[in-house]
T-cell receptor, first 113, second 115 residues
Framework: AQKITQTQPGMFVQEKEAVTLDCTYD???????LFWYKQPSSGEMIFLIY??????QNATEGRYSLNFQKARKSANLVISASQLGDSAMYFC??????????FGRGTSLIVHP | DSGVTQTPKHLITATGQRVTLRCSPR?????VYWYQQSLDQGLQFLIQ???????AKGNILERFSAQQFPDLHSELNLSSLELGDSALYFC??????????????FGQGTRLTVV
């Protein structure tokens, strides 16, 4: 079985600052993928970034980067230079041997002007 | 735009009724997933179809059923609806390989309200 834990129900950040959203995972699968999604108030789920368990380098997509620490089983999302439009729910997910994406409970991010 | 289309966007119905939610996956995606998102349960996996066949089942109630048609669109049928079934229902699709590195793309969801 695989499990995703997001311990921060809510986070606040000042506009233009960086913020880190925590995600830890648990799986017995030797190979897996980690994902982050953004859900704005409108409700849609938007794919942000992917990290493979065998990738040597941390994934980066624009202002998003994934701080992957395999030994600690963590896959934290870093958003640099926060913008007001970044205010949303953020979900960490993983896909292992079952190929079913499993999601964490999410972190609500509020960006202050 | 993710390329996944869900209809309807909103649905209000009474307890005991039956509804059908529809999903058209991204062009070429063979795999369709259904998720339920409620405030207290987070995003719960319901069921997966791959090229017309049921592939995996999650926490799907017996009152709920799904199918995937030859044109790859999928329908989620919810019957004998209860107040607790009120939630946002998502459909997601992923590419042919369904490997570890293929992200799932989500539709905009159907918000179901049971009154």
């Amino acid at each position: 079985a695989q499990k995703i834990t997001q311990t921060q129900p809510g986070m606040f950040v000042q506009e233009k600052e960086a913020v880190t959203l925590d995600c830890t995972y648990d799986t017995s699968d030797p190979s897996y993928g980690l994902f982050w999604y953004k859900q704005p108030s409108s409700g849609e789920m938007i794919f942000l970034i992917y990290q493979g368990s065998y990738d040597q380098q941390n994934a980066t997509e624009g202002r998003y980067s994934l701080n992957f620490q395999k030994a600690r089983k963590s896959a934290n999302l870093v958003i640099s230079a926060s913008q007001l439009g970044d205010s949303a729910m953020y979900f960490c997910a993983m896909r292992g041997g079952s190929y079913i994406p499993t999601f964490g409970r999410g972190t609500s991010l509020i960006v202050h002007p | 735009d993710s390329g996944v289309t869900q209809t309807p966007k909103h649905l209000i119905t009474a307890t005991g009724q039956r509804v059908t939610l529809r999903c058209s996956p991204r062009s070429g995606d063979l795999s369709v997933y259904w998720y339920q998102q409620s405030l207290d349960q987070g995003l719960q996996f319901l069921i997966q179809y791959y090229n017309g066949e049921e592939r995996a089942k999650g926490n799907i109630l017996e009152r709920f059923s799904a199918q995937q048609f030859p044109d790859l669109h999928s329908e989620l049928n919810l019957s004998s609806l209860e107040l607790g079934d009120s939630a946002l229902y998502f459909c997601a699709s992923s590419a042919v390989g369904t490997g570890m590195n293929t992200e799932a793309f989500f539709g905009q969801g159907t918000r179901l309200t049971v009154v």
